[in-house]
């Protein structure tokens, strides 16, 4: 199946009216996303929430968007947090994430209000407990565990040694057990329960399975051996989305209800009295909603390589360089030609890995030609960068014909806006 794009008539007054590199979500489809995320991760015996995760891209006009279709938010820091605040999310809708949060991120969490915490590891229980009862506030807690079982694209295993940075290895149980009675033991915080994340990217639903087991079997020597009641289990996200024409992911639909028909059954088999499941999709809420626009501009031959150099690149998508990321292309400038030939898409980056795309199949390309790339939605903009000072792109959001900017293009004076000498 071809990937679908905006059209390209568009396309083509967005890079006149906003110019290029810019990124582009179509809003219909990201919005339609999240309500079938929404409509079908439900259960009749607990209560469910999506939480978008914020770090696959946040703006405000994204949180708004999301905040309308009901989802919640996952945030890993205080200025995504600080975003979503801004977006007129209340702390009541936001879970706290990251390995590393500092005491001033934690403190002004619990000033903006009655939050959620993803605990990571025993050190920053500690400062989260010093917090409360300085700032006498109250805050719900979940405790990261890595379930070891480890999840990349269609690779999906159950690993004996938990060495990750994320989460207390659901192995060491004096250490968690601690942990929860050290959360019992505040005035302030209220231990909910789990959360497990296994990867990024997964094309296989036998995986979110693997982890639903391992995770149950858990949940039920704490429940039943020993006496803890655990009412919420958040499992991660992770979801994937297609690159290109020969990725096959499940449909949202499907992951949605296999992941709440297992998690029934094992409520039922295992009598726990769960009455919260969560889910934290990123990527695959904004990721082939989004498109980056790029302006061809010179050409050049080697003996083994047709290059064409585009007017953005790893400054705006780091993820080939980062992990060999693999996207496809089309020449909106061409759209009706043939695609016959292959060219080896360069970034305007000094690095000379900075090439975007190493085969792709596009018509005779010339300077001036607009480049769209397919599904850039995701840690795309989140990881940009002002590399060889390069600003970053403007943000447009299409719904249907019409278009509105929700970033500008960042300026020079924008980044010298920093230069305090
Ligand atoms: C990155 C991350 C997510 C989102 O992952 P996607 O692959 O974008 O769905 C969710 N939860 C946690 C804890 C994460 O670290």
């Given at each position: 199946?071809?990937?679908?794009?905006?059209?390209?008539?568009?396309?083509?007054?967005?890079?006149?009216?906003?110019?290029t590199p810019v990124m582009?979500?179509?809003?219909?489809?990201?919005?339609?996303?999240?309500?079938?995320?929404?409509?079908?991760?439900?259960?009749?015996?607990?209560?469910?929430?999506?939480?978008?995760a914020s770090k696959a891209f946040l703006?405000?006009?994204?949180?708004?968007?999301?905040?309308?279709?009901?989802?919640?938010?996952?945030?890993v820091s205080?200025g995504e947090?600080?975003?979503?605040?801004?977006?007129?999310?209340?702390?009541?809708?936001?879970?706290?994430?990251?390995?590393?949060?500092?005491?001033?991120?934690?403190?002004?969490?619990?000033?903006?209000?009655?939050?959620?915490?993803?605990?990571?590891?025993?050190?920053?229980?500690?400062?989260?407990?010093?917090?409360?009862?300085?700032?006498?506030?109250?805050?719900?807690?979940?405790?990261?565990?890595?379930?070891?079982?480890?999840?990349h694209?269609?690779?999906?295993?159950?690993?004996?040694?938990?060495?990750?940075?994320?989460?207390?290895?659901?192995?060491?149980?004096?250490?968690?057990?601690?942990?929860?009675?050290?959360?019992?033991?505040?005035?302030?915080?209220?231990?909910?329960?789990?959360?497990?994340?296994?990867?990024s990217q997964?094309?296989?639903?036998?995986?979110?399975?693997?982890?639903?087991?391992?995770?149950?079997?858990?949940?039920?020597?704490?429940?039943?051996?020993?006496?803890?009641?655990?009412?919420?289990?958040?499992?991660?996200?992770?979801?994937?989305i297609?690159y290109?024409?020969?990725?096959?992911?499940?449909?949202?639909?499907?992951?949605?209800?296999?992941?709440?028909?297992?998690?029934?059954?094992?409520?039922?088999?295992?009598?726990?009295?769960?009455?919260?499941?969560?889910?934290?999709?990123g990527r695959?809420?904004v990721g082939?909603?989004g498109y980056t626009l790029y302006?061809?501009?010179?050409?050049?031959?080697?003996?083994?390589?047709?290059?064409?150099f585009i007017d953005g690149g790893m400054a705006d998508n780091i993820r080939p360089a980062l992990y060999d990321a693999v996207y496809t292309c089309?020449?909106?400038?061409?759209?009706?030609?043939?695609?016959?030939?292959?060219?080896a898409i360069a970034g305007k980056c000094c690095e000379s890995g900075d090439i975007l795309i190493k085969?792709a199949?596009?018509?005779?390309?010339?300077?001036?030609?607009?480049i769209?790339v397919h599904a850039t939605g995701a840690y795309g903009y989140s990881m940009a960068s002002n590399y060889n000072r390069l600003g970053r792109p403007?943000v447009?959001?299409?719904?249907?014909?019409?278009?509105?900017?929700?970033l500008?293009?960042e300026?020079?004076?924008?980044m010298?806006?920093?230069?305090?000498?």
């Amino acid at each position: 199946m071809p990937l679908t794009y905006p059209n390209p008539s568009v396309l083509k007054e967005i890079a006149d009216t906003c110019g290029t590199p810019v990124m582009i979500y179509d809003e219909d489809a990201v919005r339609n996303t999240m309500k079938e995320y929404v409509t079908n991760f439900k259960s009749d015996m607990f209560e469910t929430n999506v939480l978008y995760a914020s770090k696959a891209f946040l703006c405000k006009a994204i949180a708004k968007a999301a905040a309308e279709e009901g989802l919640h938010f996952d945030a890993v820091s205080g200025g995504e947090i600080f975003c979503l605040a801004k977006a007129g999310v209340p702390a009541e809708k936001i879970h706290f994430h990251g390995n590393n949060k500092t005491p001033r991120e934690i403190e002004d969490f619990f000033r903006m209000g009655h939050g959620h915490i993803i605990v990571d590891n025993e050190d920053e229980l500690n400062l989260i407990i010093a917090t409360a009862e300085r700032v006498k506030s109250q805050m719900d807690i979940l405790i990261r565990v890595n379930p070891g079982v480890e999840a990349h694209t269609h690779e999906y295993i159950a690993t004996a040694t938990k060495d990750s940075k994320f989460g207390v290895s659901i192995d060491k149980e004096e250490t968690i057990r601690n942990m929860i009675n050290s959360v019992a033991e505040s005035d302030y915080l209220n231990f909910g329960g789990f959360h497990s994340h296994i990867g990024s990217q997964i094309l296989e639903v036998e995986a979110f399975a693997m982890e639903i087991r391992v995770m149950f079997d858990f949940l039920d020597k704490v429940a039943n051996s020993w006496g803890v009641t655990v009412e919420e289990l958040d499992l991660g996200g992770g979801f994937a989305i297609r690159y290109t024409e020969e990725d096959n992911p499940p449909s949202t639909e499907e992951v949605c209800s296999r992941i709440i028909a297992l998690c029934e059954e094992e409520v039922v088999q295992r009598k726990l009295p769960i009455k919260r499941l969560m889910i934290e999709p990123g990527r695959s809420v904004v990721g082939d909603a989004g498109y980056t626009l790029y302006t061809a501009g010179c050409r050049k031959s080697t003996d083994s390589r047709e290059y064409i150099f585009i007017d953005g690149g790893m400054a705006d998508n780091i993820r080939p360089a980062l992990y060999d990321a693999v996207y496809t292309c089309r020449n909106i400038s061409r759209d009706e030609a043939e695609a016959d030939r292959t060219y080896a898409i360069a970034g305007k980056c000094c690095e000379s890995g900075d090439i975007l795309i190493k085969e792709a199949s596009l018509p005779e390309t010339a300077p001036g030609d607009l480049i769209l790339v397919h599904a850039t939605g995701a840690y795309g903009y989140s990881m940009a960068s002002n590399y060889n000072r390069l600003g970053r792109p403007a943000v447009v959001f299409t719904s249907g014909d019409t278009y509105r900017t929700v970033l500008r293009r960042e300026t020079y004076e924008d980044m010298m806006a920093l230069d305090v000498e």
